[in-house]
């Protein structure tokens, strides 16, 4: 052999002995979903896979527009999961918006889920988490870097994230979608999409290492609606095992599909369809859909099949999927999403509150007083937290203790995290998603305060997705909620115990809320 071939051979040599290795790494890699193989790629830490941009629905796209999700296509070879999936349609957020974050290619061709695990094998069975992102229903996505699943699975959980239709594409209703639906619903496609997510995680997790009847689900604010939503949900029964709620809940009237239609047939109006309708709407480009606005109130309704009869109702009949629940809201929730609220003047403030509350208005300004204007702004901020987040989780707890046979667990998220906004935001709407994932995305001066408690809350996280009971070895004991004892858990500077959180307000918008389902007895209730 001539020296010129003996070195094509070493290269030869040396190429196998790099590559082989890989190769079967990128074998060991792969796994068997219903639909064909998929291969991921290593986290930032070397136990952690993941899998990004797996299909759980087929493309919602146009006959499928405006319809419950049907099953994936399968596949041959195997599937890279490697790069995230489209973001779903939406106007994004303002340049300068705290929640403003980077998002994939947008398409409507957005049903797709990710998988972080670091199960070593499918035999390990570990407790799953789903998560469903916020964004109030018309923004966000799944591949949000504050969303990484990381931390959590390298503590024994395998982390599923996923996308859902968003906006109009999530939620229109219309009479002649109802009409063709074949169970007299429209609506609601977004619930329906979360839906078809948890049933694909529950035929193939356990490939991941993941163990199908241990199933969690968790999110926040739009999210934290939508557990609510899945738990009011015959459709969702037995497919998930526990819950948590993170700021959001849909105890307060709801929407009918009566109301939901005609809004959707403003919507079509709108656009310009008469005729044909669903055609018509269903050859609009995305662009034309996105640009003429979401039909108003985009948030689930009773539209008689995925939700039979209002949440309240539902939990209140102890008709609900009955399972151990955790959830709570934040002490500043409105800072972020209220900003108009920091300029209020007292005698505004006072005229709202007299127009809205009617003979009630002393009460509420008894809880909620405006002697000057500094004050008028903390008592706005304070009723924005009470009324739109704390009372919605306390009924929830409540509901949930009354009815079903699981616990509830409630904490108070009242941690400021560090840095220039601190004090304008405080413990501000969403502020916990980045202890719950331990990600700390937002560029803030994070202190060794913040890493403790990102600790405690993704073991109390990740405890109650094992066995129903956050509790745990070196941490805070957490008390399960009793509606005498009204004990929630304080998850900030420090991690203590308190009762009555914020109960005047709470039960003032009981009454308030009473008199909106029951006049007589309400007006009663309220004026106690």
Not at 394 to 400: D, K, M
Not at 490 to 504: C, F, M, P, Q, W
């Amino acid at each position: 052999m001539n020296t010129s071939k003996m070195f094509r051979s070493l290269l030869a040599l040396l190429f196998l002995v790099a590559v082989v290795p890989a190769a079967l790494g990128a074998a060991s890699d792969s796994i068997r979903v219903e639909q064909g193989l998929v291969s991921g790629t290593p986290g930032t830490h070397p136990d952690v896979r993941v899998y990004r941009g797996i299909p759980f629905a087929a493309p919602p796209v146009g006959e499928l527009r405006w319809k419950a999700p049907q099953p994936p296509a399968s596949w041959q070879g195997t599937r890279e999961a490697k790069d995230f999936a489209n973001a779903c349609p939406q106007t994004p957020y303002p340049s300068g918006s705290l929640y403003q974050s980077k998002l994939p290619s947008m398409s409507e061709d957005c049903l797709y889920l990710n998988v972080w695990t670091a199960a070593k094998s499918a035999a390990e069975h570990r407790p799953v988490m789903v998560w469903i992102h916020g964004g109030g229903f018309t923004r966000g996505s799944a591949a949000s870097t504050a969303y990484d699943g990381e931390v959590l699975s390298r503590k024994g959980v395998v982390v599923v994230t996923i996308n859902y239709r968003l906006g109009v594409f999530g939620f229109l209703a219309h009479p002649e979608l109802t009409a063709e639906s074949g169970h007299h619903a429209s609506g609601n496609y977004a619930l329906l999409d979360q839906i078809a997510a948890l049933q694909w995680v529950r035929k193939n997790i356990a490939a991941f290492g993941g163990d199908p009847d241990r199933v969690t689900i968790f999110g926040e604010s739009a999210g934290s609606w939508a557990v609510n939503a899945l738990m009011a949900s015959p459709l969702a029964k037995g497919l998930f095992h526990r819950a948590i709620g993170e700021s959001g809940a849909s105890f307060s009237p709801m929407r009918t599909l009566a109301e939901s239609e005609k809004a959707g047939e403003k919507f079509a109006a709108a656009l310009g369809v008469t005729q044909d309708t669903l055609k018509a709407l269903r050859a609009k480009s995305t662009d034309e859909i996105l640009k003429a606005g979401d039909a108003p109130t985009v948030r689930p309704a009773v539209d008689g099949w995925v939700l039979p009869q209002d949440i309240y109702t539902i939990f209140a009949q102890g008709k609900q999927n009955d399972v151990p629940l955790l959830i709570g809201n934040n002490a500043d929730e409105g800072t972020s999403l209220a900003p108009q609220g920091a300029s209020i003047k007292a005698a505004a403030y006072v005229d709202g509150v007299r127009q809205r509350y009617g003979s009630a208005a002393d009460q509420f300004l008894k809880i909620y007083p405006a002697g000057n204007d500094e004050e008028a702004v903390a008592s706005f901020y304070s009723a924005y937290r009470d009324q739109v987040f704390g009372w919605e989780m306390r009924t929830w707890a409540r509901q949930q203790t009354r009815t079903g046979h699981s616990p509830a667990y409630v904490y108070y998220f009242s941690r400021r995290p560090p840095g220039p906004q601190s004090q304008k935001l405080r413990a501000f709407h969403a502020a916990d998603v980045a202890y719950v994932f331990g990600t700390f995305f937002w560029s803030f001066p994070w202190e060794e305060t913040d890493h403790k408690l990102s600790d405690s809350i993704t073991s109390y996280w990740v405890n109650f997705a094992t066995s129903g009971n956050p509790n745990g070895e070196g941490l805070p004991q957490w008390p399960a909620y009793g509606v005498q004892s009204d004990q929630v858990l304080e998850l900030g500077d420090r991690i203590v115990t308190r009762s009555g959180v914020n109960k005047a307000g709470l039960d003032f918008f009981d009454g308030y809320y009473q008199s909106l389902r029951s006049p007589q007895t309400g007006r009663a209730a309220a004026a106690k």
